[in-house]
């Protein structure tokens, strides 16, 4: 059986299209069960399970059939979400007979339900003629074939929104809310290099002029093989070197050069014609049975890689990116160097088809205050290159191609959203404090140039976390010490006298250079943070000694090391810095032993807190990987991530412990994670006693307003009630309710009747 399912998984995800899929799914499931009839119902938007395809059935009943949630035995699979097996289904009494279909001649059902991420899609039916039950092992076949088919089934639903590339219907995609805010502007697809599934669809102006442009980057992709060839010619086997003449062979005009040729006729660009012909051609190889050709797909994948590098490279120099004013960037994968390519003032909205509401891009996002979706997997991105979209950071959605009213809607909130921010401008110079006088330190987060202006400009009081990673990112090596201490001064001199807390290279995890990659499996549970710079005490070194450096004659830093899980880690790196500030001391500079502490963020870390709080200044929370570890959810997977929640009661217990050990040992503690910039969660931060909080910058004044709404025994009351609840949906609530009373319930979500967003 392993076998049919490879193979008939192979099938569908070559399919064209949803009706393509669905007619193998039916054809070849029923040859493999060998049953009289195989069919596919999917939910339609009105909540019914329509035939969709079959073999078997008549197939006049395809697309009139239909039947609601409880209803007949297809919406009894549907309603229970579990198999259904019977011998004689016309005896059941939820049988329901339509004449259409021809399937009174069936006695025995099996059906199972199509489940995408928790929701129903629809339902995988087989029937047959004998009166039997199917047997255990082919009713665990079909339970696992409508797994497998499920996530491809949802794909090519969505994908089927845009399928008619000429044809521009509004259509909505699913994520999870990356920023907060609403984006109205022009898609710009941000592909990278030489990935044949990440070519945006793009028209040409000039056909002749694209063809040329085609064959001139075959050209050189012929002669770089053919040098290859020639140059391991003593090296290989003559079977080996016909490999080289069979890609040579395959760029002619006769055969893939061709096809391409025609799809640019069409007004196709020509690297969005090459990745189309290339992936049609892997997917067929792919599907072949004979294990010789299926392993060919390896190779056209590699030349057509090798071919589109070129497209793009040429394409880069001839032809420049440009960004509209109103510019949301979409990719599969975006990174702080792809933002930092679009210029300043045009990027409004972000769209990323991987990651979570915490992934990197995330937490830059909402540090830039640009209006974010994440984990959209559903996304047919390549598709929507200069469209028209409308990104809903508040609920996670994208809309492609919208409608007046839509836009109106959404207009709407992006107007009131702007009042909102002007309204509590106001609040910029006057103190966090609670009603009665209870003071909390307001700091930010930040990363980038742009971060600390906004900051300044929205009355910070300091840097709870400075990203270090962020101009390591930026660059194409390890930037050299002055060149750190040129990036930390500037950051150091801007917020003085006020303290910048700079957190030493965390890289590893969601987080890689591209000179420095780091492959894993787990790479959460892997080499990352305080791991990599101990292993390179050469880069520790030099980071710490710019660090010091920048300080001179300011004496506003904090030094912070991420991801520690011992006593041992931290004094190897204390070791260090002191090292470094001895050098420094003995080369003449005039610089000063700055405050050193540690970054909680491992449970490991939060039942050590009280031998690590002895042995440093300060310690400071990241909640956004100390959730992920306690809860076991990886940040970055969309299909966990309604499973990370930040106020789970096991994290809210956590970050009580870590105040009462810090307390207890006379130091000060922060949180610098996202929740400290939730206005919600930071009442209870404060109510806990966390001594400072610091957030993304768009968040502060939000932050300010909340705590200045309330007085510190409201919150400890508040605080006092959530944490006799057992889970988060009655800890949201609770929350939710108190801000109501306050009214404040604005500062979370917008006041507009969500008719779409829901």
């Known amino acids: 059986m392993l076998h049919w399912l490879r193979s008939i998984v192979q099938e569908v995800n070559a399919a064209g299209d949803l009706p393509d899929a669905l007619n193998i799914i039916v054809a070849r499931v029923r040859a493999a069960m060998n049953t009289d009839v195989c069919s596919v119902y999917l939910r339609d938007p009105n909540g019914r399970y329509v035939l969709r395809a079959t073999e078997g059935l008549n197939p006049g009943a395809v697309g009139s059939v239909s039947l609601g949630k409880k209803e007949g035995l297809v919406g009894l699979v549907a309603s229970r979400e579990e198999p259904i097996n019977l011998d004689a289904a016309d005896s059941h009494p939820k049988y329901q007979y339509f004449s259409q ?3 009174e001649r069936y006695s025995a059902f099996l059906g199972v339900p199509i489940i995408h991420q928790r929701q129903v899609l629809g339902v995988l039916v087989v029937q047959q003629g004998n009166k039997r039950r199917y047997d255990e092992g082919e009713e665990a076949f079909l339970v696992t074939m409508s797994a497998q088919l499920a996530a491809v089934i949802a794909h090519a639903e969505a994908t089927g929104a845009l399928q008619d590339l000429g044809k521009k219907e509004e259509a909505k995609f699913t994520g999870v ?15 990278p290099v030489a990935d044949l599934n990440s070519v945006p669809y793009q028209r ?6 694209e063809i040329r442009f085609f064959q001139a980057a075959v050209k050189r992709v012929r002669e770089d093989v053919r040098e290859l060839g020639q140059q391991l010619e003593n090296r290989l086997s003559k079977e080996e070197r016909l490999l080289f003449d069979a890609y040579i062979g395959m760029l002619d005009d006769a055969s893939l050069g061709g096809e391409v040729a025609q799809k640019i006729r069409k007004g196709h660009a020509a690297p969005y014609a090459w990745s189309e012909v290339i992936l049609e051609h892997v997917r067929t190889f792919s599907s072949m049975s004979d294990t010789y050709l299926s392993e060919r797909a390896a190779d056209v994948r590699d030349l057509g890689s090798r071919v589109l590098a070129y497209l793009q490279e040429s394409a880069k120099k001839d032809r420049k990116q440009e960004y509209p004013d109103n510019t949301i960037l979409v990719g599969e994968e975006l990174t ?20 979570s509401s915490n992934s990197h891009i995330a937490i830059l996002a909402r540090s830039m205050g640009i209006p974010t979706v994440v984990g959209a997997v559903d996304l047919p991105f390549t598709r929507l290159d200069g469209r028209e979209l409308i990104v809903d950071g508040y609920h996670g959605a994208v809309y492609s191609d919208p409608s007046d009213s839509l836009l109106e809607y959404f207009q709407t909130i992006v107007e009131e959203d ?9 609040l910029k110079d006057l103190p966090c404090e609670t009603q009665d006088k209870h003071r909390v330190a307001l700091w930010v987060n930040t990363g980038l140039m742009a971060d600390t202006m906004l900051s300044l400009e929205r009355g910070a009081e300091g840097v709870g976390l400075y990203r270090t990673e962020v101009p390591f990112m930026l660059r194409d090596r390890f930037p050299s010490e002055e060149e750190q201490r040129i990036t930390y001064r500037e950051q150091l001199e801007a917020f003085a006298p006020y303290t910048v807390t700079v957190r030493t290279l965390d890289i590893g995890g969601d987080k890689s250079l591209p000179y420095f990659p780091i492959s894993e499996d787990n790479p959460f549970l892997g080499w990352r943070g305080i791991r990599v710079t101990l292993d390179h005490p050469e880069i520790f070194l030099v980071q710490a000694r710019a660090m010091l450096k920048a300080s001179e004659g300011l004496d506003n830093l904090r030094i912070m090391l991420p991801m520690i899980t011992n006593v041992a880690e931290l004094e190897i790196a204390q070791m260090l810095i002191h090292r470094a500030y001895d050098e420094l001391v003995e080369e003449g500079y005039k610089v000063k032993m700055p ?26 929370v990241g909640s956004n990987d100390l959730t992920q570890y306690l809860l076991a959810v990886d940040r970055n997977n969309p299909r966990v991530a309604d499973l ?4 789970h009661p096991a994290v809210l217990r956590a970050l009580r412990i870590i105040v009462q050990e810090s307390h207890s040992a006379g130091i000060p503690v922060s949180i610098c994670g996202e929740l400290a910039g939730d206005p919600a969660a930071a009442l209870l931060l404060v109510a806990m006693g966390y001594d400072v909080l610091s957030m993304s910058a768009t968040n502060l004044l939000k932050v300010k307003s909340v705590i200045r709404s309330v007085s510190m025994l409201q919150a400890e009351n508040l605080l006092d009630e959530v944490m006799s609840l057992p889970d988060v949906e009655s800890i949201n609530m609770c929350l939710e309710a108190t801000l109501k009373r306050v009214g404040i319930t604005r500062l979370l979500r917008p006041s507009a009747d969500n008719t779409f967003g829901s």
Request: charged fraction near 20%; glycine fraction near 10%; include cysteine.
């Open 418 to 426: 702007k009042e909102l921010v002007a309204g509590l401008e106001s």
């Open 101 to 103: 279909t021809g399937e």
């Open 204 to 209: 040409c102006d000039d056909i002749d002029e």
């Open 177 to 191: 809310a990356g920023a907060v805010g609403v984006a109205i502007g022009r898609c710009i697809v941000a592909s």
């Open 595 to 620: 405050p050193v502490g540690v970054m909680i963020e491992v449970p490991a870390a939060v039942y050590q807190a009280r031998e690590l709080a002895s042995r440093v200044d300060f310690l400071s």
């Open 644 to 647: 990370y929640h930040s106020l």
């Open 336 to 355: 702080a160097s792809i933002l930092a390519e679009v210029p300043q003032g045009k990027l409004v909205g972000i769209v990323s088809v991987r990651g």
